[in-house]
């Protein structure tokens, strides 16, 4: 073993936070730890498709008894005939009564209310959280309390309502977690435990960090969806409709435009600073791109395009952490039924798992493109040599050097 030389100088450790202590808490506890945050108890006041999604998910994990409260009856009568919720409660009081975790499933502008409303009802015991996508808000507005820690988990759905609810949700996504200086250490840790136990990983970020991270890596793609398909489609290019013609990068730029105004309206307002403070880079990053266009600046243009090229690969490479590499198989299929059952079929029949899988419609006459993702070079040639002889044209590249 080398022996550090004696005249070296070590680096100050950075300060520990008081969310570093909290997860070295959580570590520490172990599997003693896990086993103490079980709860029988759970309250969730809420009951849309996340709020119904945690009591299906609760109920799988072992929980005993999950009673809901919802403003909408209706939410409330298909989230109980579900299984979502075991107890449909008239009000926030009789939901919350005895339980031992409160999960706030509210629309993110009622959220800090009713996280006061909630903390006002229960005891010294009772932990709170909500799972909203902003968290500065109901964090400040519940800041003193030892007993509430915010919460958002990372997924959702096109769709929404307790119809559509699942207890498959939260599997193997992030949920964030904003604990605060003085929260109750055996909060955290029931928090903790309970997230895990939904399938998700609890990560604990702070409040305002969380809101700027957000902010640039969903609330900017969904205001920048709406404003490219906003400007293509008031847009007219002597006589053109741009969207009559649009190819699959605009579909692809512009799949989350549009999304549930009810939702998207409080979450822009709700964190307009750091939305704000994106827009304002984003910006400053399109002028300078449009003064090396005006200067026909080709070297900067060109490293701008491999920035972001290896910029994609690495977020392709987060998503997709598999071994051997990943490769596309584009496929052409013509428009007409079966043709997707029978591509799955017969890469299902020789145990080929496919990782992803997209298809762009181009037109009834001329078809689409399939895109299906596939881990290892050899598993991707062989599912192209399948797919060629039951006649179709397969391309195959490796997803991580596309436009490299």
């Known amino acids: ?17 008081p969310l570093d202590l909290l997860e070295m ?3 520490a506890a172990g599997q003693e730890g896990q086993s103490a ?15 119904a999604s945690v009591g299906l998910a609760a109920k799988r994990a072992g929980v005993e008894l999950v009673s809901g409260f919802d403003p909408d009856p209706a939410a409330l009568r298909v989230a109980h005939e579900r299984g979502a919720v ?5 009000t926030p009081a009789e939901a919350v009564g005895t339980a031992e975790l409160v999960v706030i499933a509210a629309p993110v502008a009622d959220l800090s209310g009713r ?41 959702g759905s096109e769709t929404s309502g307790p119809g559509y609810a699942s207890a498959d949700l939260f599997e193997s996504a992030t949920w964030f977690l904003t604990p605060h200086a003085g929260t109750d250490p055996d909060c955290y840790r029931l928090l903790h435990g309970f997230v895990a136990s939904l399938g998700a990983h609890p990560v604990a ?17 969904h205001a920048l969806s709406n404003l490219l398909v906003n400007q293509a489609g008031s847009t007219r290019v002597e006589g053109h409709e741009p969207l009559a013609s649009a190819g699959g990068s605009l579909r692809d730029m512009t799949r989350v435009a549009g999304a549930n ?51 994609r690969r690495h977020l392709l490479a987060e998503v997709y952490p598999s071994v051997g590499g990943l ?5 052409h299929v013509a428009d007409q039924p079966g043709v997707l059952a029978g591509i799955t079929q017969v890469l299902g029949a020789e145990r080929i798992n496919i990782e992803d899988l997209e298809m762009q419609h181009v037109s009834p006459d001329r078809g689409g493109s399939l895109s299906i993702v596939i881990a290892g070079d050899d598993e991707a040639h062989r599912a192209a040599e399948l797919l060629e002889t039951q006649g179709y044209s397969v391309v195959v590249s490796d997803i991580l050097e596309e436009d490299a």
């Open 1 to 17: 073993m080398k022996r550090a030389p004696e005249n070296l100088e070590l680096p100050e450790k950075d300060p520990v936070s």
């Open 25 to 27: 808490g959580v570590s």
């Open 37 to 51: 945050a079980r709860l029988s108890r759970l309250a969730i006041v809420g009951t849309g498709l996340i709020g």
């Open 86 to 90: 075991d107890l449909a409660a008239d």
């Open 115 to 155: 996280a006061r409303e909630v903390l006002g009802l229960v005891d010294e015991t009772c932990t709170v959280t909500d799972v909203g996508s902003t968290k500065s808000a109901v964090c400040a507005a519940t800041a003193d309390d030892k007993r509430f820690i915010g919460g958002h988990p990372v997924c």
């Open 205 to 221: 970020i702070d409040a305002a960090a969380h809101d700027r991270l957000v902010a640039l890596t969903s609330h900017l793609p």
């Open 261 to 311: 105004p009810r939702i998207w309206v409080d979450i822009f307002l709700e964190n307009a600073e750091p939305l704000r403070e994106a827009l304002a880079e984003h910006r400053r990053l399109i002028e300078q791109l449009e003064t090396a266009l005006a200067a026909g600046d080709t070297g900067f243009v060109g490293r701008w395009i491999a920035e972001a090229g290896l910029h």
């Open 327 to 331: 490769f596309r198989l584009r496929v």
